[in-house]
Structure formats: structure tokens, C-alpha cells
């Protein structure tokens, strides 16, 4: 099956819209019949097109270390440890990481020097246990909020259901 023509006018939407958008279309988005890295894509490629962030991706588990999987934007560092940087923490700690000025996270990675803020949501499979995280960086300070803690929560419980 092929992804759905994505015709939204973004440019045109609030956040609050545009996340109500997402959350809708992701959904529909989602291929059963192929693997979670072909749906992973799309679902960066949805947020890149919606919100235009600087970098998005996934990060997953394997063995002990958090390895980088579909993503948009610059090229990004391969592999982070358990409790590292920001995913590494999101992973340890099991919870949303919400960072407003990156040089005052200890032990923030920086992939980029234009990223500013970031927000890392963790994934878990259907069994409960943690399957990796969601990175989403700005090159603007503070652009992350409670609001985007709640709708890329929700975000990433629709993907869970194809997570393996
Ligand atoms: N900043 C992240 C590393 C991933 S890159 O930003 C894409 C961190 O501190 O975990």
C-alpha cells in the first residue's frame, strides 16, 4: 500500500491544529504490511512536513546501547549509552525529557551545534517493555512545551502498535 498523499496546508494551521492533524493522520499512516522502519520514516517525515523542525528521529534499543534509526534532518551520531545525553536519560529514567537550553543539560550530545532545545519521548512495545525514544531538536531555545509533551506522548502511543 502506498502512504497517503499528504495535501495539508500547514503554513496555514496553529500548533494546537497541526498536532490534531498528525495525531489524526498518523493512524491512517500506519502500514501494516511492511516493517516498523518504513512506518517510522513516514511518521518523521509527517512531523518534518507539519512542524519543520530542525532534526526528528528515532532512536532504538539494541542490546545496551540506544542505536539511530529513521530520521529527518542533519546527519546525527550513531549510538548512545544507557543514561547519556538526553535519549540516554529519557531511556534510565523511563519518562519524557523536556530540555529548554541544551548547554544546561549535563551531558547533553550535541550531533549539532544549531541545535538549541529538544524533547526525547520514550516508546514501548505492546509487552511493556522499552522499545527507544523519539528525539525532536530545534535551533531555537525553549521552543519544546507542555503541549508538545502531550500531543508527541500521544504521538508515539499510536506508533507503539507496530513496534517490534
Ligand atoms: N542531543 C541528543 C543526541 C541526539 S541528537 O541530538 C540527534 C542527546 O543528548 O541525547
Redesign the pocket.
Known amino acids: 500500500m502506498s502512504a497517503n498523499l499528504n495535501t495539508t496546508h500547514w503554513e496555514h494551521l496553529s500548533k494546537q491544529q497541526r498536532y490534531d492533524q498528525v495525531n489524526s493522520q498518523v493512524i491512517g499512516l500506519i502500514d501494516h504490511s511492511v516493517d516498523e522502519i518504513a512506518n517510522l520514516a513516514n511518521a518523521c517525515a509527517l512531523l518534518k512536513e507539519a512542524f519543520g523542525w530542525w532534526?526528528i528521529?528515532f532512536?532504538r534499543k539494541v542490546s545496551n546501547s540506544l542505536i539511530l534509526g529513521p530520521?529527518q534532518?542533519p546527519v546525527?551520531?550513531t549510538t548512545?549509552g544507557f543514561g547519556?545525553?538526553?535519549?540516554?536519560?529519557s531511556w534510565k529514567e523511563g519518562r519524557t525529557i523536556l530540555v529548554e537550553d541544551?548547554e544546561s543539560?549535563p551531558?547533553?550530545?550535541?550531533?549539532?551545534a544549531a541545535?538549541k532545545s529538544?524533547i526525547?519521548v520514550p516508546l514501548w512495545r505492546k509487552d511493556g517493555s522499552f522499545w527507544g525514544v523519539i528525539?525532536v531538536?530545534s535551533e531555537h531555545l525553549a521552543h519544546f512545551d507542555a503541549v508538545d509533551q502531550i500531543e508527541l506522548e500521544k504521538f508515539c502511543r499510536s506508533l507503539e502498535i507496530i513496534l517490534s
Open positions: 532534526w528521529g532512536y530520521f534532518g546525527a551520531c548512545i547519556k545525553g538526553v535519549c540516554g536519560s541544551v543539560f551531558g547533553h550530545i550535541a550531533c549539532s541545535s529538544e526525547v528525539d531538536d
